[in-house]
């Protein structure tokens, strides 16, 4: 007893309550004030966090051109990604993905800001993981495993069916396709298929000449962004006469980059497109 009294005296109750059981230490808070500054992170956190608990995400998260959630961003505050602007938020979580800026996420962690990073998905198993993960960081656990548990249980019935045996090729902006180890390419597997960028020894996001293309033969030509608003030297291979005679020889069909970008829910609707035109819908 003396000892206890000498510790309320110097201001060392707490720690010796906590000792000797009298009072609980808290529970790790909540974080209230989460900004995020990664496309994908913004999406898993759109989904998994509570109203009010995620204050910003990325100015791309608004862009309907990458972001699968481009309408719900807009309402948040949008931000560039500068340590400077971010930390001006008074942030209590950080989320970022394992390639953004090194420079802001080094700065924000020497400024004493906790910073998660999330690795990007390629793979289908890693959606639900990256969900889950996402319930942990924001205290958000029953919400983030009702998603996981929806997108495992879907992706069972998808890859449930019967191969297609048929082949498919992504053929983007600048003569660019998915290789193996890619997220597009688990896509291609989901929905019964193989992908044909593989043939021709590609891995990773790679750079796919139309000759190269119209060897491989795929059943399928997959499309990414191809309408742009505005002429872009960028789509010039769309517009290739050789390309308009191939894809008319076989099925082609368009899936907007942000069903492939990040992985999400909406990852498996792009496996479903391929599905329905492999099996007999024509596409776009």
Known sequence: MPHLLRSLKSGRF???AAVLGLVSTPAF?????????NVCTDQLAMLVAEPGQLLSVSHLAADPAV??????ARAYRLNYGSAEEVF?????LVLAGSYTTRSTVNLLRGLGVTVEEFPPASSLDDIPRD?????QVLQRETQAEALAGKFEAELAALEALPPTGMSAAFYYANSYTAGGGTLVDAIVAAAGMTNAAQWIGLSGTAYLPLESLILAGPDVVVLGDHAYEKPALAQANFAHPALADFINSRRSVSVPPRMTIC??????EA???LR???EGDKGT
């Open 29 to 37: 808070s909540q974080p209230r004030r989460v900004v995020s500054l």
């Open 271 to 273: 496996a479903r497109i």
């Open 276 to 278: 329905a035109v492999a």
């Open 263 to 268: 992985g999400g829910p909406v990852t498996l």
């Open 67 to 72: 972001s699968a959630l481009a309408e719900a």
């Open 131 to 135: 969900i889950r993960r996402m319930g």
């Open 88 to 92: 001006m938020m008074k942030p209590d």
């Open 14 to 16: 707490v720690l010796v």
